[in-house]
């Protein structure tokens, strides 16, 4: 089986890759595409919280998206390196994210999308809507969404 994980550069969507070894049996997963997606027209259209230099300022004129999503494709697929026999390719695509993930889905023959939901902040989902909802809607595969864990609740003394 082939399965696309989708990162957003994101600690969440790391969580999300490494859910899914929580109960993936590798021999059955042959290949594996770790997915980022970058929005040409975004004000912030790709943020690393994941990457070694990630919290490394960097002046404007070295930022680059697509060197922060390529950093956090890097991230995500190292932690399949010790999935002996499963092939793990690197995507950066530029677009809406949901739309980007759906058409690698379909081009690739996916046969499960992971990703993270709930990392980007309500005004986000409001505004543009939910991109782990989209996939959902319309992708060709099931689709696996990793919740955050829920902060545990302090008690009132």
Do not use: Y
């Amino acid at each position: 089986m082939h399965v696309l994980i989708a990162t957003d550069g994101s600690k969440q969507s790391l969580r999300a890759a490494r859910h899914l070894k929580t109960f993936a049996d590798p021999a059955k997963i042959d290949t594996i595409t770790v997915l980022a997606v970058t929005r040409p027209l975004a004000a912030l259209s790709f943020h690393d919280e994941i990457s070694p230099d990630a919290r490394r300022p960097k002046p404007m004129a070295e930022a680059s998206f697509r060197a922060e999503a390529e950093a956090a494709v890097k991230v995500v697929a190292a932690e399949f390196d010790d999935w002996e026999g499963t092939t793990v390719k690197r995507s950066v695509r530029s677009g809406t994210p949901s739309t980007e993930i759906i058409r690698a889905a379909k081009l690739a023959d996916v046969g499960l999308v992971v990703l993270a939901n709930g990392n980007r902040g309500l005004s986000e989902s409001i505004l543009i809507g939910s991109t782990a909802a989209r996939v959902q809607a319309s992708a060709p595969c099931p689709v696996l969404v990793v919740r955050p864990t829920p902060r545990p609740r302090r008690r009132k003394s």
